[in-house]
């Protein structure tokens, strides 16, 4: 719909589980986001790469390791998580052209539950 | 603290009435804003998007209407549909730009046929 496509859709995992989200962006972009999206809260940056190179970590806890192998791929790998970071997990791409007015688009997100 | 925020988090309305979705913003230095929806299951979908220097950008059914003199922001969608049933979040640049979106809550929009 977007051109930003996440898999999987729905994911549940143990805590003690390693699994991997994937983002792929067929836009041409050269940024890509990572956001979490928990009920009743905003949504919250997680990690940033600009042309492949990561530009922002917003505190995001070890149990979260982000890869960006080239522009258009994205991934968030996962260990150990903990229930509390059972949420809807949202890639979103942008084209960086020396203005802030670029939109993201997003993917339609990973449902995660932990168990 | 969150500086985007939204005056209704739920707002109803009749199909085919007018719709006003409003927000607040508290960082005067944010040059970018963006209405996003988001259905059910669905990932945020890019409705509209304003400059700081306009005050005021129509789409298809869609205005959105800037005010920077109370940092705030609405959307308006005229003849509202079911389909236009969802959450809105509004979010604001506030990093200039390094891009640094920062969104609000959301309001969940329902229009009753």
């Known amino acids: 719909e977007t051109g930003v496509t996440q898999t999987p859709r729905h994911l549940v995992m143990g805590m003690t589980n390693k699994k991997s989200l994937k983002c792929e962006q067929h836009?041409?972009?050269?940024?890509m986001y990572w956001y979490k999206q928990s009920a009743k809260k905003p949504l919250e940056l997680m990690f940033v790469?600009?042309?492949?190179?990561?530009?922002e970590n917003n505190s995001v806890p070890s149990r979260f390791s982000p890869e960006c192998p080239n522009s258009s791929h994205l991934f968030l790998h996962l260990h150990t998580l903990q229930p509390e970071d059972s949420a809807l997990y949202l890639c979103?791409?942008?084209?960086?052209?020396?203005?802030?007015?670029?939109?993201?688009?997003f993917g339609p997100g990973t449902r995660l539950t932990v168990l | 603290g969150e500086s985007v925020g939204l005056h209704l988090p739920t707002l109803s309305v009749q199909e085919g009435d007018n719709s006003i979705i409003n927000c607040a913003y508290s960082n005067s230095a944010s040059d970018y804003f963006i209405w996003y929806k988001q259905e059910s299951g669905k990932g945020p979908q890019f409705i509209i998007d304003?400059?700081?220097?306009?005050d005021k950008r129509q789409g298809q059914r869609v205005t959105v209407l800037l005010n920077k003199t109370v940092k705030h922001l609405s959307l308006q969608i005229a003849a509202t549909q079911p389909g236009d049933s969802a959450v809105y979040f509004c979010a604001e640049n506030s990093g200039g730009s390094n891009y640094k979106l920062t969104f609000g809550k959301g309001t969940l929009l329902t229009v009753n046929p």
């Open positions: 304003i400059r700081s220097n306009m």
């Open positions: 836009l041409g972009h050269n940024a």
């Open positions: 790469y600009n042309f492949k190179e990561q530009t």
């Open positions: 979103a791409s942008r084209t960086i052209a020396g203005r802030s007015t670029d939109t993201q688009y």
